[in-house]
T-cell receptor, first 114, second 110 residues
Framework: DTGVSQDPRHKITKRGQNVTFRCDPI?????LYWYRQTLGQGPEFLTY????????KSRLLSDRFSAERPKGSFSTLEIQRTEQGDSAMYLC????????????FGPGTRLLVL | QQQVKQSPQSLIVQKGGIPIINCAYE??????FPWYQQFPGKGPALLIA?????SEKKEGRFTISFNKSAKQFSLHIMDSQPGDSATYFC?????????FGAGTTVTVRA
């Protein structure tokens, strides 16, 4: 399977703990996006990378959130001091620069903060 | 604020029926309007997309109708099948950023 992969698929944590998610995009895709999806809602844009550069961060991305994409390959999204409101599905997507509208999504990481 | 409004929240049709999902937007800068299909436990998958200079696009049993002056677009699923039961999201984008509607859960009864 050469699609976008995400790990872990599910994560349960206690409030105040730190969590880190990984996304592996489609290999030749140079753009990578993170979205958050809460129950009954559509995905909301969090941030995106072009190669290794993080080019935009949504206001939804508080200081407790940090994302990296070292060497322009996989990406990690870390949430520090998790809160119950962080419970959501975190989706990663990737695309080519010259066909950026066509974003391919991974299966997501479902986070539950107790 | 939600930039794309989607309705209905859910709908049920019989096999062979035509579920219709409607979306509206305000931002005239949007220049690409995709529809995504999402099954439980999976990420959204691109189904069909349209640009505002086209009024209709068909791909298989899926049709998008687009009304630029009304800033509305809709998805029709022709000859719907139980396997089409999923949540459908409309979206709109300019540059790289997708703005999604809240989703419509479609149930196709056999």
């Amino acid at each position: 399977d050469t699609g976008v992969s995400q790990d872990p698929r599910h994560k349960i944590t206690k409030r105040g703990q730190n969590v880190t998610f990984r996304c592996d995009p489609i290999s030749e895709h140079n753009r990578l996006y993170w979205y958050r999806q809460t129950l009954g809602q559509g995905p909301e844009f969090l941030t995106y990378f072009q190669n290794e550069a993080q080019l935009e961060k949504s206001r939804l991305l508080s200081d407790r959130f940090s994302a990296e994409r070292p060497k322009g390959s996989f990406s990690t999204l870390e949430i520090q001091r998790t809160e119950q409101g962080d419970s959501a599905m975190y989706l990663c997507a990737s695309s080519l620069i010259d066909s950026y509208e066509t974003q391919y999504f991974g299966p997501g990481t479902r986070l539950l903060v107790l | 604020q939600q930039q794309v409004k989607q309705s209905p929240q859910s709908l049920i049709v019989q096999k062979g029926g035509i579920p219709i999902i409607n979306c509206a937007y305000e931002n005239t800068a949007f220049d690409y309007f995709p529809w995504y299909q999402q099954f439980p436990g999976k990420g959204p998958a691109l189904l069909i997309a349209i640009r505002p200079d086209v009024s209709e696009k068909k791909e298989g049993r899926f049709t998008i109708s687009f009304n630029k002056s009304a800033k509305q677009f809709s998805l029709h699923i022709m000859d719907s099948q139980p396997g089409d039961s999923a949540t459908y999201f409309c979206a709109a984008s300019y540059d790289y950023k997708l703005s999604f509607g809240a989703g419509t859960t479609v149930t196709v009864r056999a």
